[in-house]
């Protein structure tokens, strides 16, 4: 017996195995929360691009007329998001696990540079308000502009700025505890309206069969499944 337990203990095939077996929980945990941080950036990434292309498509919308300032119609805002929806993919579900605000930023008539939200639109599931104001807010209070503070963008005279703002709850790979702090994915943007828009609102091309407006009061997706 004695002799037995000396080769035992002189025998080392099996250590190589044991040091395995107690590190793989530490790698394992390693790799997947290196797999969920590349993953939450990836994500971040194209919500953040999403935010710009709305932003950029929306300062396009209108029809072209050289008799007048383009008009923008409810079915140019929904065609807008639905873009947005195909382009985010199934994957990202950007309506059904998020939230698109739309903003007309202007100048109040009558005045240079008294700035107020005109209009918005909105879609999305997620119960998110704007965190940089509300269709209205300028004409009786004032507001420097749309947001981060001090950092917030202006529209000038006879001119309209969209702003848009995205909130996206976003889905973890492989959850808790390999992901990070809030699941809550911000991201903001912005451009000029490029062409001489009618700035008096959103218009309905067929009044007696009007277009779904997107109201901020409502918390629906897109309401088209992605091909």
Same mark, same amino acid.
Not at 41 to 48: F, G, R, T
Not at 153 to 159: L, N, Q, Y
């Given at each position: 017996m004695v002799s037995r337990l000396r080769?035992?203990?002189?025998?080392?095939?099996?250590?190589? @195995?044991?040091?395995?077996?107690?590190?793989? *929980?530490?790698?394992?945990?390693?790799?997947?929360?290196?797999?969920?941080?590349?993953?939450? +950036?990836?994500?971040? @990434?194209?919500?953040?691009?999403?935010?710009?292309?709305? +932003?950029?498509? +929306?300062?396009?919308?209108?029809?072209?007329?050289?008799?007048?300032?383009?008009?923008?119609y409810e079915d140019d805002i929904n065609d807008l998001f639905y873009g947005a929806h195909l382009q985010s993919g199934a994957g990202l579900d950007l309506f059904g696990n998020g939230r698109v605000i739309l903003s007309s930023l202007q100048v109040v008539d009558g005045t240079e540079n008294q700035q107020y939200i005109h209009w918005q639109r909105c879609m999305g599931t997620k119960n998110h308000a704007s965190t940089y104001g509300e269709e209205g807010d300028g004409l009786s209070t004032t507001i420097a502009? @749309?947001? *981060?503070?001090?950092?917030?963008?202006?529209?000038?005279?006879?001119?309209?700025? @969209?702003?848009?703002?995205?909130?996206?709850?976003?889905? *973890?790979?492989?959850?808790? *505890?390999?992901?990070?702090?809030?699941?809550?994915?911000n991201a903001i943007a912005s451009f000029t309206v490029r062409d001489d828009r009618d700035l008096n609102g959103i218009y309905q091309r067929d009044p007696s069969a009007p277009d779904t407006i997107a109201e901020c009061d409502e918390f629906t997706g897109s309401g088209y499944a992605i091909p």
């Open positions: 080769n035992l203990a002189r025998n080392q095939s099996g250590v190589a @195995m044991t040091e395995f077996a107690l590190t793989l *929980p530490f790698l394992l945990g390693a790799g997947l929360m290196g797999l969920e941080t590349a993953n939450r +950036a990836l994500v971040q @990434m194209q919500i953040s691009q999403l935010a710009v292309q709305i +932003a950029d498509n +929306a300062s396009r919308i209108g029809d072209t007329s050289v008799l007048e300032d383009r008009k923008i502009g @749309m947001g *981060p503070a001090g950092e917030e963008v202006i529209a000038f005279e006879d001119d309209a700025v @969209m702003f848009v703002e995205v909130a996206y709850d976003y889905q *973890p790979i492989v959850g808790e *505890p390999f992901s990070f702090g809030s699941h809550e994915i």
